[in-house]
């Protein structure tokens, strides 16, 4: 795409050339589309509230009343395209109009802060309206846990007789095993998993991340693991590893749906959902001694800051299992 010229410098065209750009970087599908999402809402506030299409009008106070007119708005209740409330019907979710939480502000905030610093590096233009705003301040609510009983409770609540319930019961094993995202499990085939190394490959093209990487799996996961590929294959022609019935692949909301099921009919606390089987599993890992290195290698973060950063809420009762596994004194008398 040529470079645009300071009199074409309309919005919709610098983002055309911004997203462009992103996608040259093999930014994932769910990051472009985040990017993008965010930016459409924010240029149609600035055109309906301050008649402003171009880019070098948009000013920090801009940018900031868009933040306060979101939160002041709630869930879903302004959209780029009206047209797609006939479709989706938002008016109809339970959580419309909602407060909108900091974590959400933040993550607008961010798309916002990088096209603008694209703009900026770019010479597009010469002061920067994001470079003073900073990011609310939230506080870190601990993940709930899920103790050996629930998930006992869990499991129990599958019923495995059915082909859909098999899956589900290996699916939800596999997480608590190895901290794979949803999406990642979703998309694996048969030809991922290295039953001699008990470890599973997940190639950069299904990881958040961009990287190749391994998980591993234990001997309990892996005798799981090898009767559901039997039994799957019996009824199934497809090399996906968790397809569905009709062996397509399956949706990550379809699965976060029957996990949800599962959860309310085991008498859970209902704001368990899948990534906390992710959540729970490095937790326990640090709790066992794992190095956070190991973990942040295993989880697929970008680096080792982020795995800081999500497992900074343990509990002190973690802390204090923790505790009576390394106590200098325990160690020695025991010897």
């Known amino acids: 795409m040529p470079r645009i010229k300071k009199t074409q410098f309309l919005l919709e065209n610098v983002c055309e050339e911004f997203m462009i750009n992103c996608t040259n970087k093999d930014l994932t599908k769910k990051t472009l589309m985040a990017y993008e999402s965010s930016l459409k809402l924010f240029f149609k506030y600035l055109e309906e509230e301050f008649n402003i299409s171009e880019l070098l009008k948009v000013e920090e106070k801009h940018i900031k009343e868009y933040l306060n007119f979101t939160k002041e708005r709630g869930k879903y209740s302004f959209v780029a395209n009206e047209e797609s409330t006939n479709i989706n019907k938002p008016q109809n979710r339970t959580d419309f109009g909602r407060e909108i939480s900091k974590g959400t502000l933040n993550n607008y905030l961010r798309n916002i802060k990088v096209f603008f610093n694209f703009c900026f590096d770019n010479n597009y233009i010469n002061m920067n309206p994001v470079a003073r705003i900073r990011q609310f301040k939230t506080t870190r609510r601990p993940k709930e846990d899920i103790t050996d009983n629930d998930f006992k409770k869990l499991i129990k609540a599958i019923d495995t007789t059915t082909l859909h319930g098999h899956r589900d019961y290996v699916f939800i094993h596999l997480l608590m095993d190895t901290g794979m995202r949803v999406g990642e499990a979703l998309s694996l085939k048969e ?95 640090l709790m066992s001694g794992m190095s956070i290195y190991q973990l942040s290698q295993i989880l697929g973060h970008s680096s080792v800051k982020v795995t800081e950063d999500a497992y900074a809420d343990l509990s002190v009762e973690d802390i204090r299992k923790s505790y009576q596994l390394h106590s200098p004194l325990e160690n020695m008398t025991n010897k």
């Not at 799996?217 to 090898?226: A, D, F, G, R, W």
Request: glycine letters at 4%.
């Open 191 to 285: 030809d991922n998993v290295l039953n001699d190394k008990r470890a599973i490959f997940i190639s950069s093209d299904i990881c958040k991340g961009r990287k190749d990487r391994y998980v591993f799996y234990s001997q309990t996961m892996q005798k799981i693991l090898n009767r559901w590929i039997d039994y799957k294959d019996r009824y199934l022609n497809t090399d996906l590893l968790f397809p569905t019935i009709k062996g397509s692949k399956m949706e990550v909301t379809n699965m976060e749906k029957n996990v949800k099921k599962y959860i309310l009919k085991a008498g859970l606390n209902s704001s368990i959902n899948c990534h906390h089987f992710r959540n729970n599993f490095g937790r326990r890992a």
